[in-house]
């Protein structure tokens, strides 16, 4: 299976500033997707996860370089050197994080406030000369006096790859530094993109080096003393600071250059930039609707225990984690309702919102389904008929799909499920939630990314009795729902049997690479499964999140682009029919069909006989030989996963067989992923069977 490089890791630990996390975030989302994942990591993530096969950048953002020197020192700078040097990486460092890539950090020395000075060696290098600032006066920690608009000078012949830039913009500083003699590093690997087109307060050398790329080994970083992430349109007025809006202004006249200017330094890196800075979308409604229009008011009817209402006699759920707007058809455009929405948006100081604090608004449909201009990238009607229609094919499919969500943009459908306790213990087994685009999709450990357009995403809650938690462990559900997809693909209609998805224990959906060479078995990731679980009124109350990319051929491929190999090939052979593109609306139901059915057959019979078969024949791993690490690095071959609690079974091996040939040594392991690992096959929990 081909590991690609997709993930843009952001540090995010000890040492950085919510503020320059949160833009450095906001914009590499933007200038980045849907080709890579912006993932937020830890410390802990840079020591102890195995994040460099499928890093294409790590980033440094602003903060204090302290920080980062006090946790990362040591271990975790070699672990991101040999990344760089050796592996061939990619590092861009944002004012704090070029200090911290740089071989030597000067800062405010001689500063009359002494506890402002930092003067020190640093590990990393990539820049192998000394970053000096702060390269204007006035910076202070925490706040924005010493912040203005600085201008910066791109040489000619900087980005030959990148086509014409504006020569000059200005871009927001605070603290940042100059790279010192930058033109005399050029035989040590030393590119200057960008200079400072202001008077100094530092010493700088020959020239003013704002912004350097230094070659590392195989690798390669970028460095910068301001920040071209920071966007005009995040930054709050400051009426305490003199003209800070004037700064803002003259921020945003110079927008697009600096955009332009940050879309080359990532080329330069060897990255994908989207020709389109996609803005990262604003929540939208979300619409209940059920096949039968009268559930939708029973469902709301029991609702009723935890339903307030606002100073404005508004309809509201307030959960742990959201605030839900309850809103009929006929009223969701009164001025109350869009007065609150537009005070849920703007409240605080930072113009950067929190989905979670944003109110989420409900539409009720109860008496018709949403028509097609009011979700336009969702037919309820095909995702209804679908049901219907694919329920006839599986008789025991009756109920799952039968009161459904939809919203276009959406934060997370499993956060807002699993995250609302008090409205996840009112919903009924195969309710669902899905939604078209999401802001902050969450998969393994703290792993949060926008999900493009195109992508399948769903949500199902599945009230699974206590009582039979001992026979009918949860940790199947998982097992269960990968086995629907599959078959829900290769199920979707005639012709479809032969559409190459597979499994990759325990929650991931692989496909055969469509891009790959006739004749060579390259597997990548198109889908994976994230199941929460809570407990409530003698149910494990499990959310299944469910993401598939449909459509969408980013950032690795898709099944529509299955179904054009598959009709390619065909032409080829002259045979007659082309299998159709898939519908999401319909996948979603039949995925809702299969999983129905499953479960029922898990619940009467446990992980029978016939469903481990069922798993096994899509799966990518028999026979498949693993390394145990922590038994001293001996190998084992995997059998399969353990009937009672679904861990994988492997037996020990030993190298001495035969003709080379392993044998086995009557040892039997029952591995189990700790599930935050960046690779299952180096994050396992191990015990002896």
């Not at 060696?121 to 910076?139: D, I, K, M, N, V």
């Not at 020709?275 to 009723?304: K, M, T």
């Not at 090939?569 to 319909?586: C, M, N, S, V």
């Not at 028999?622 to 861990?647: H, N, Y």
Request: aromatic share 10%.
């Amino acid at each position: 299976m081909a590991s690609r490089k997709l993930n843009v890791l952001v540090y995010t630990g000890t040492g950085t500033t919510l503020s320059s996390v949160r833009h450095c975030i906001y914009t590499l989302r933007r200038l980045l997707g849907p080709n890579y994942a912006v993932i937020p990591i830890t410390e802990t993530v840079l020591l102890k996860e195995p994040w460099a096969s499928t890093c294409a950048l790590l980033v440094f953002p602003g903060g204090a370089d302290l920080g980062y020197c006090r946790v990362l020192n040591g271990a975790g700078n070699r672990i991101i050197s040999t990344y760089i040097r050796y592996a061939g990486g990619r590092y861009l460092g944002f004012c704090a994080g070029g200090y911290y890539g740089s071989r030597r950090c000067e800062f405010e020395v001689g500063s009359k406030n002494k506890a402002m000075e930092v003067v020190g060696s640093r590990e990393l290098g990539f820049y192998p000369g000394t970053c000096r600032g702060g390269a204007f006066r006035g910076f202070e920690y925490g706040c924005e006096k010493g912040a203005r608009a600085a201008k910066i000078v791109v040489p000619n012949g900087a980005f030959p790859e990148a086509g014409k830039l504006q020569p000059e913009f200005r871009t927001y500083y605070n603290g940042g530094g100059v790279f010192v003699d930058a033109e005399k590093l050029a035989d040590q690997g030393v590119e200057i993109l960008a200079e400072y087109g202001d008077d100094l307060d530092v010493e700088s050398g020959e020239r003013k080096a704002a912004v350097v790329y230094c070659k590392a080994g195989e690798g390669a970083a970028i460095l910068t003393g301001p920040h071209p992430e920071f966007s005009a349109g995040n930054l709050s007025r400051q009426a305490d600071v003199a003209g800070y809006d004037d700064l803002i202004e003259s921020l945003a006249s110079d927008e697009a250059a600096t955009t332009d200017f940050l879309k080359a330094c990532l080329m330069k890196l060897g990255l994908e930039v989207s020709q389109e800075a996609s803005l990262v979308p604003s929540l939208s409604r979300l619409h209940l609707s059920s096949i039968s229009h009268e559930e939708v008011g029973e469902l709301l009817h029991s609702f009723g225990e935890i339903i307030t209402k606002d100073d404005q006699g508004e309809e509201c759920i307030r959960g742990e984690n959201d605030t839900f707007h309850l809103e009929k058809p006929e009223t969701r455009w009164s001025l109350v309702s869009l007065a609150g929405a537009l005070d849920s948006t703007n409240g605080g100081k930072d113009a950067i919102p929190d989905p979670s604090k944003l109110v989420k608004r409900i539409v009720s449909h109860d008496e018709a389904w949403p028509e097609t201009k009011e979700t336009p990238y969702f037919n309820h009607s095909v995702f209804y008929s679908s049901l219907e229609e694919f329920r006839q094919k599986d008789r025991q499919a009756e109920e799952w799909g039968n009161i459904f969500m939809y919203g276009e943009v959406v934060t997370s459908t499993n956060t807002l499920l699993e995250k609302n306790s008090s409205l996840l213990s009112k919903l009924p087994t195969g309710f669902t939630l899905a939604a078209t685009t999401q802001i902050a999709g969450r998969g393994r450990g703290s792993n949060v990314w926008i999900a493009p357009a195109g992508s399948l995403i769903m949500s199902t809650v599945i009230n699974h009795p206590a009582h039979l938690g001992a026979t009918r462990p949860i940790v199947f559900i998982q097992y269960l729902a990968a086995i629907a997809i599959v078959q829900a693909v290769q199920g979707y209609g005639r012709g479809y049997g032969d559409i190459p998805v597979r499994l990759k224990w325990p929650n991931d959906i692989y496909a055969l690479d469509p891009t790959a060479d006739d004749g060579e078995k390259t597997y990548v990731k198109i889908g994976g499964i994230l199941s929460n679980c809570a407990y409530s009124a003698g149910n494990y109350q499990v959310v299944l999140g469910i993401g598939i990319n449909t459509t969408n051929p980013r950032p690795t491929t898709s099944l529509d682009a299955l179904v054009d190999k598959i009709n390619a090939d065909r032409a080829k052979k002259g045979q007659p029919g082309q299998l159709p593109k898939f519908r999401i609306e319909r996948l979603i139901a039949r995925i809702l069909t299969r999983l129905e059915v499953l479960y029922g057959e898990f619940c009467r019979h446990g992980f029978s006989k016939e469903l481990e078969e069922q798993y096994y024949r899509s799966w990518l791993h028999t026979g498949q030989i693993v390394t145990l690490e922590a038994e001293g690095g001996v190998k084992a071959r995997v059998l399969g996963i353990t009937r009672d609690w679904g861990m994988l079974k492997a037996e020990e091996l030993r190298n001495d067989g035969f003709g080379g040939i392993p044998r086995t040594t009557g040892k039997v392991w029952a591995l189990q992923s700790d599930e935050n690992s960046f690779d299952f096959w180096k994050g396992l929990v191990r015990r002896k069977v």
